[in-house]
């Protein structure tokens, strides 16, 4: 496999990100020639930002999953797509060459197809790491099922949610998921999502814990089975073919829930083609992707990372992925270090979070491990403090791996800014320059660019909201269901741009600092959560009279959630009611929804007009006490002194 669209010095970053710009249209155009389309698109690009409209490579014909495995078959058919890592280092390590991924991808179409599902329908996924779920999803994309996965940390109420939201029929699952000294019963957390629910026909359940699990006549059906009986479908005289659904370039691929800073999660939803040409340009330029080298992703399948860098970006490029069922502090914290020793792993992608978590245990865990296959490294889903950085540098890149600190969100589909590895500087906490395709710019409030002023140390620094005034392949197209939401959410704020909800800095060579959300959502440990989706969990709980949620600051999970409870009758045991209020949490949304601390308060600080002045609360969690700015708008000032005599 050869990537002629690689950029690989300056030059070519610069000469490719002009012409991005200059002619986008003649640009992607020609990245787009090195994919297998059924038929040539009729049209490259079609957008407005208003409505909004975008349309990418329209009346093209293709199947995603002829461009990740089959066009593969000829050349790497017996290379392996996939090494599988168990959660357990003494179990067995599974490889999965193109070949069987092809066979396995096959048959779990047939076994969708058997049971009813048709393009279009929408099939919720919920597993553990295992190859499977990579099969469960290409399969859905080889019929044009929307896949709807789901992280595997979130609760039966938030899937009963989702599925009712994407009016889901079909849903796939374990007994359990094995994670660390845990298991996870899957398939008990579906039972309970779909008690009351009418419209699931069928639930697919892969044995991977061998947890006791209950199986509804009619309803529930073993994936072991079906694979079983699928598979003298597919295979004729040890020829295996299932044909692949002709798509439009522009049909639903899949939906990915994610949160906002309002209400429920809303659902991304990314279209066929520009999602592959988009995963698959920034999986070969941002990483510099060799044929051979062994790339470690070490994120969730059900987070956007899994499905843009372990599944679709890789696999379109021919690669070998390290797919990890487990997490990285057991059974210790020599874990990734191990994997990379094994598996001799060329290019590492992790959270800085991660990082920050392992290098708490020192350096004890990396003594006797060979990381010298690492050529590059990368980082993704929150800002990286320099701290880290360096840490990840000397000890695991031994200052020779160029590290690549990718910034992008489950609505781009893909990196948007980050340095190339090798290719463009890299600069410790920046995600640097934009990739080309990518035009991004900084406003103030009133959505007019913020030009650059000189800082403190004299350079001309712009800081600002970050906007896209242009769209690239990889661009959400609508939010299930709603499109007004999607317009509200992402091109109402400012007109005729993409908003980020991130703040920036810029300087005076272009490149860009990630500074973190301006929006009421929180990053906790690289996850996206909204603060108002937590306050209403809260609110849920019998006697919880209102409360309010910020982030603060976190050694490990670079941000944490404060709750802010009032709480009306009076409780006994505070601590008690606390751990119960965890638990209301747990329930409605998920563990990683969980507040690190709850304050009860007599009241919350608001305006006259009845706002919430989450400014304060923001600088009390902070421990920022002595300054809270102007107070004199509020209702009642002595709330805010009774806060923070109690602050924890
Ligand atoms: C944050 C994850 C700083 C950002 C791929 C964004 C980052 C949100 C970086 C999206 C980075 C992601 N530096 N911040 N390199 N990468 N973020 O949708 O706030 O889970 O808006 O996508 O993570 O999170 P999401």
């Not at 490889?95 to 197809?113: D, E, G, I, P, S």
């Not at 896209?468 to 959410?489: A, M, S, V």
């Not at 996206?528 to 209403?536: L, Q, S, Y």
């Not at 919430?612 to 107070?631: H, P, V, Y």
Request: glycine content about 10%.
């Amino acid at each position: 496999m050869s990537y002629p669209f690689q950029v690989r010095s300056m030059e070519q970053y610069e000469k490719a990100y002009k012409a991005s710009v200059d002619e986008p249209e003649a640009f992607w155009a020609s990245v787009a020639e090195n994919f297998k389309w059924r038929k040539k698109w009729n049209k490259v690009l079609e957008w407005n930002f208003t409505e909004p409209k975008i349309e990418w490579f329209k009346g093209g014909k293709l199947n995603i999953t002829e461009n990740c495995i089959d066009r593969h078959l000829e050349t790497l058919g017996d290379k392996p797509a996939f090494i599988w890592e168990p959660n357990s280092p003494d179990d067995r390590v599974r490889v999965v060459t193109y070949n069987r991924l092809h066979k396995r991808v096959c048959q779990f179409a047939q076994v969708l197809k058997n049971n009813g599902v048709k393009k279009g329908d929408r099939v919720c996924i919920y597993m553990g790491m295992i190859p499977e779920l990579a099969y469960a999803v290409l399969g859905c994309a080889r019929i044009g099922a929307i896949h709807s996965v789901i992280f595997g940390g979130f609760s039966a109420q938030s899937i009963a949610d989702r599925l009712d939201d994407a009016k889901a029929e079909y849903i796939v699952t374990c007994d359990g998921a094995f994670r660390g000294g845990k298991d996870i019963p899957l398939k008990s957390v579906i039972d309970d999502a779909l008690i009351g629910n009418k419209t699931v026909k069928r639930v697919i359940v892969y044995t991977r814990t061998r947890t006791p699990v209950s199986m509804i006549k009619g309803r529930d059906v073993w994936w072991e089975d079906e694979m079983e009986y699928a598979e003298t479908q597919v295979e004729k005289d040890g020829i295996v073919s299932f044909s692949a659904e002709e798509m439009d370039a522009e049909d639903p691929l899949f939906i990915l829930y994610t949160s906002g800073s309002t209400g429920k999660p809303k659902g991304v939803v990314h279209t066929c083609a520009g999602y592959m040409i988009w995963t698959t340009y920034t999986f070969v330029n941002v990483f510099q992707y060799k044929p051979g080298d062994i790339h470690f992703c070490t994120a969730d399948i059900g987070w956007i990372t899994g499905h843009s860098y372990i599944v679709y970006g890789p696999l379109s490029a021919g690669a070998t992925s390290v797919m990890f069922e487990g997490i990285p502090t057991w059974p210790d914290a020599g874990r990734f270090w191990d994997i990379v020793d094994k598996h001799k792993v060329d290019i590492l992608y992790t959270a800085p979070t991660a990082i920050r978590s392992l290098m708490g245990f020192g350096l004890e865990p990396l003594k006797g491990k060979d990381l010298s296959s690492l050529k590059i490294l990368g980082t993704v889903g929150e800002p990286i403090n320099e701290e880290a950085w360096h840490w990840y540098d000397e000890n695991v890149g031994k200052k020779k791996c160029p590290i690549v600190d990718t910034w992008w969100q489950t609505e781009t589909g893909g990196t948007l800014i980050s340095n190339l590895a090798g290719v463009t500087p890299a600069i410790p906490s920046w995600a640097s320059l934009p990739l080309p395709g990518v035009q991004p710019l900084l406003v103030d409030e009133n959505g007019k660019e913020v030009l650059p002023t000189p800082s403190e140390n004299g350079k001309l620094i712009a800081s600002g909201n970050l906007c896209i005034k242009f769209p690239w392949p990889g661009i959400l197209r609508t939010t299930w269901g709603d499109h007004e939401r999607c317009r509200q959410n992402y091109f109402a704020a400012y007109p005729n741009l993409y908003f980020t909800g991130d703040g920036a800095l810029k300087d005076e060579k272009g490149n860009y600092r990630i500074t973190g959300r301006v929006d009421d959502v929180l990053n906790v440990s690289g996850h996206r959560i909204g603060t108002a989706e937590v306050e209403n969990a809260i609110n849920m709980h019998a006697g919880v009279v209102e409360s309010a949620v910020v982030g603060y600051p976190h050694d490990i999970k670079g941000q944490g959630i404060y709750a802010y409870v009032v709480f009306g009758p009076k409780h006994g045991d505070e601590d008690l009611t606390r751990k119960d209020i965890l638990q209301t949490v747990s329930r409605v949304i998920g563990p990683i929804a969980k507040p690190d601390k709850v304050q009860f308060v007599p009241g919350l600080p608001k305006t006259r007009s009845g706002k919430i002045m989450r400014r304060i609360l923001r600088k009390i969690a902070e421990g920022e006490i002595s300054n809270l700015g102007d107070t004199t708008t509020l209702l009642d000032p002595a709330v805010v002194e009774e806060i923070k005599k109690g602050k924890i």
